[in-house]
């Protein structure tokens, strides 16, 4: 069984680490509330009952503190773990466009995307066992997000517009990722929106410190069954070396079948 205290420490702890960069670039944060659901005595479901907020955030990591056009980042995910091990989980963001206009704020939403665990045990059909989708996302409560972005921008909600529509045509294609749960999320905006090649040694040291936090021991995420599932279709074929086929049911070598 998974200790949820330890797990949530060790989340606190990746967070705190992420800080430390996201405040270069003079960005503010407001961490997702975790919190657990039980699913019988060998099971257990982490879930952020409130979505984590990366307020006036660079549009990329060269963009500089002096920049106007800015971002806001909304994120959030699950962790199912079965038997000590995790199981399954997603991940999500959205990412809108933040304007401040007489003391009010519009934001904009320009993407979202939504992370996947494949979580059968048998594969189902066509679908990569781990997959990104654009467009899609945990479609959080408006008035959630406004008292929490105003909470944020030390302002009243009724001061705060959002714009969440969004029309994207490839809402239903599948890309065939790693595991990317919200973990490694973080890491991948971290990476692409607070740091560049030219960063600072403050920088560098602590994004290290990040991917060294997540890839900890005490991440029980960071060895998942079906990324387990996954390794075992390249590392045991000599005929079909390392692909994105394999991410699909289908790639596995069957003789009564093939």
Same mark, same amino acid.
């Given at each position: 069984m ?13 967070? =705190?680490?992420a800080?430390?960069v996201?405040?270069?670039? =003079?960005?503010k944060?407001?961490w997702p509330?975790?919190s657990? &659901? &039980? ?8 879930v ?9 955030a ?6 500089g503190?002096t ?14 773990f079965?038997?000590?091990t995790?199981?399954m ?15 009010? #704020? ?6 979202a995307?939504? #992370?996947d665990?494949?979580?059968?045990e048998?594969?189902?059909?066509f ?7 654009f467009?899609k996302s945990?479609?959080w ?6 008292n ?9 909600a ?9 029309t ?8 065939p ?6 973990l ?9 929106y607070?740091?560049e090649?030219?960063?600072t ?5 602590? #994004? ?6 997540v ?15 996954l ?7 000599? &005929?079909?070396p390392?692909?994105?086929?394999h991410?699909?049911? &289908? ?8």
């Amino acid at each position: 069984m998974v200790d949820y205290a330890m797990f949530k420490r060790h989340v606190d702890d990746v967070h =705190n680490a992420a800080k430390i960069v996201i405040q270069t670039q =003079n960005a503010k944060t407001v961490w997702p509330s975790l919190s657990r &659901e &039980e699913a019988g005595e060998a099971e257990m479901k982490v879930v952020f009952s409130e979505p984590g907020i990366l307020w006036n955030a660079p549009i990329r990591g060269s963009s500089g503190t002096t920049t106007r056009t800015k971002r806001a980042i909304v994120m959030g995910g699950s962790f199912f773990f079965k038997n000590g091990t995790f199981d399954m989980g997603s991940a999500c963001l959205e990412v809108y466009s933040l304007t401040p206009e007489s003391g009010s #704020f519009k934001l904009k939403l320009l993407e979202a995307m939504h #992370f996947d665990t494949e979580p059968n045990e048998q594969q189902s059909a066509f679908h990569p066992m781990f997959h990104m989708q654009f467009g899609k996302s945990n479609q959080w409560d408006d008035a959630k997000l406004q008292n929490l972005m105003a909470k944020i921008a030390r302002t009243d909600a009724s001061k705060i517009e959002i714009d969440r529509s969004l029309t994207i045509a490839t809402r239903d294609m599948r890309i065939p990722t790693p595991q990317m749960d919200y973990l490694s999320m973080l890491v991948m905006i971290v990476a692409d929106y607070f740091c560049e090649k030219n960063s600072t040694r403050e920088v560098t040291k602590g #994004f290290k410190k990040i991917l060294r936090a997540v890839m900890d021991s005490r991440n029980p995420a960071r060895d998942g069954r079906q990324s387990n599932r996954l390794a075992l279709r390249w590392s045991n074929q000599t &005929e079909y070396p390392f692909c994105a086929s394999h991410w699909y049911e &289908e790639s596995v070598v069957n003789t009564a079948n093939s």
